[in-house]
Antibody, heavy 118, light 110 residues
Framework: EVQLVESGGDLVQPGGSLKLSCAAS????????IHWVRQASGNGLEWVGR??????????AYGASVEGRFTISRDDSKNTAYLQMNSLKTEDTAVYYC?????????WGQGALVTVSS | QSALTQPASVSGSPGQSITISCTGT?????????VSWYQQHPGKAPKLMIY???KRPSGVPDRFSASKSGNTASLTVSGLQAEDEADYYC??????????FGTGTKVTVL
C-alpha cells in the first residue's frame, strides 16, 4: 500500500525556518518524482515545487511565491523527501501536502500544518 | 505563473450533469496534454479524478469525464450523487518543470 506521511509542522515566527519531512512507503521511492502542494485555510491548492529522481539529476522546480526561500531535497536511502522553508512569512501559513507523481499526483499524504505567526 | 481560472461554485440536483471549466493560457492548459482534476472533501487530502486531460484512474466512476479545447479544460460529472459534493481543482503542467493549480470550484448537490 502506498503511503506518504508528512511531519514537522509547527508554529514558527515570521522570518524563521522550518523543515518538513515526507516519509514514503509502498512504492519505488528512488525512481519517483515528489511534489509539495500547500493549502491555506479556506483557500485553494497552490503548487509549491517538485523534485525529480536521481536519473534526472534530482532536478527541482518551485512556484514563484516560494522560489529562493524554499528548497526541496530527498534522501533515497531513507525513502524521505524534505521541504526546507526559510524566511517564512505569515502568508506561508498553510497545510503542506507531499504527493507522488505517477499518473499525475496519484497519492497524497495527510498534510502537515505550518503556522507562521508572532 | 497565474492560477488557472475556475468558477467559484457550481450546483446541480441529484441525477443531473454539471460541468466545471478550467481556463488557462497557451503556456499551460493549451500547450500540453497534462491537465488533471482533483476532488477534495472537507478536511481531506485531494484525490486524483482525471489525468492527462481525459484519463480516469482505476476506481474513479465513469460518471466523471473530461475534455479540453484550446486553453480551456472541462470536467463533467454525470448522474450527480450526494457524495460528489466537494471542491474540485484542475491542474496543468506549465512548462519549465512547473505546475499550476486552478482556483477551485465548490460543487453543491441540491
Amino acid at each position: 500500500e502506498v503511503q506518504l506521511v508528512e511531519s514537522g509542522g509547527d508554529l514558527v515566527q515570521p522570518g524563521g525556518s522550518l523543515k518538513l519531512s515526507c516519509a514514503a512507503s509502498g512504492f519505488s521511492f528512488s525512481g519517483s518524482v515528489i511534489h509539495w502542494v500547500r493549502q491555506a485555510s479556506g483557500n485553494g491548492l497552490e503548487w509549491v515545487g517538485r523534485i525529480r529522481s536521481k536519473a534526472d539529476t534530482y532536478a527541482t522546480a518551485y512556484g514563484a511565491s516560494v522560489e529562493g526561500r524554499f528548497t526541496i531535497s530527498r534522501d533515497d536511502s531513507k525513502n524521505t523527501a524534505y521541504l526546507q522553508m526559510n524566511s517564512l512569512k505569515t502568508e506561508d501559513t498553510a497545510v503542506y501536502y507531499c504527493a507522488k507523481e505517477g499518473s499525475s499526483l496519484d497519492y497524497w499524504g495527510q498534510g502537515a500544518l505550518v503556522t507562521v505567526s508572532s | 505563473q497565474s492560477a488557472l481560472t475556475q468558477p467559484a461554485s457550481v450546483s446541480g440536483s441529484p441525477g443531473q450533469s454539471i460541468t466545471i471549466s478550467c481556463t488557462g493560457t497557451s503556456s499551460d492548459v493549451g500547450g500540453y496534454n497534462y491537465v488533471s482534476w482533483y476532488q477534495q472533501h472537507p478536511g481531506k487530502a485531494p484525490k486524483l479524478m482525471i489525468y492527462e486531460v481525459t484519463k480516469r484512474p482505476s476506481g474513479v466512476p465513469d460518471r466523471f469525464s473530461a475534455s479540453k479545447s484550446g486553453n480551456t479544460a472541462s470536467l463533467t460529472v454525470s448522474g450527480l450523487q450526494a457524495e460528489d459534493e466537494a471542491d474540485y481543482y484542475c491542474a496543468s503542467y506549465a512548462g519549465s518543470n512547473k505546475d499550476v493549480f486552478g482556483t477551485g470550484t465548490k460543487v453543491t448537490v441540491l
